[in-house]
Nanobody, 121 residues
């Protein structure tokens, strides 16, 4: 079993910055992909950014150049540094982790509970 816990959400002004953290714990052999998704009220969930174990990143066009995803493999933690925030960034941000429990296990997907990010004056 794997627990995924996000933190760092809150209220910020437009143009401000915020850093989200997501820590995975439990029965973990390795983690391949870690990422952030977001969902605004009345909208579908969308990908924000992902990062592989090798450090390869992928960003949504809407956040490219403003957000930076990184990870600390020793802590099984992924971060999302959000700069130049806009009101349209307001959403619940969810952490996703692709976990291998043992050497011979297949990968399984785990989600956090989400953390609210509100960008407003």
């Amino acid at each position: 079993q794997v627990q995924v816990v996000e933190s760092g959400g809150g209220l910020v002004q437009p143009g401000g910055s915020l850093r989200l953290s997501c820590a995975a714990s439990g029965s973990i052999f390795s983690i391949y992909l870690m990422g952030w998704y977001r969902q605004a009220p009345g909208k579908q969930r969308e990908l924000v950014a992902t990062i592989t174990s090798g450090g390869s990143t992928n960003y949504a066009d809407s956040v490219k150049g403003r957000f930076t995803i990184s990870r600390d493999n020793a802590k099984n933690t992924v971060y999302l540094q959000m700069n130049s925030l806009k009101p349209e960034d307001t959403a619940v941000y969810y952490c996703n982790v692709d976990v291998k429990h043992t050497l011979v296990s297949t990968f399984q997907d785990y989600w956090g509970q989400g953390t609210q990010v509100t960008v407003s004056s």
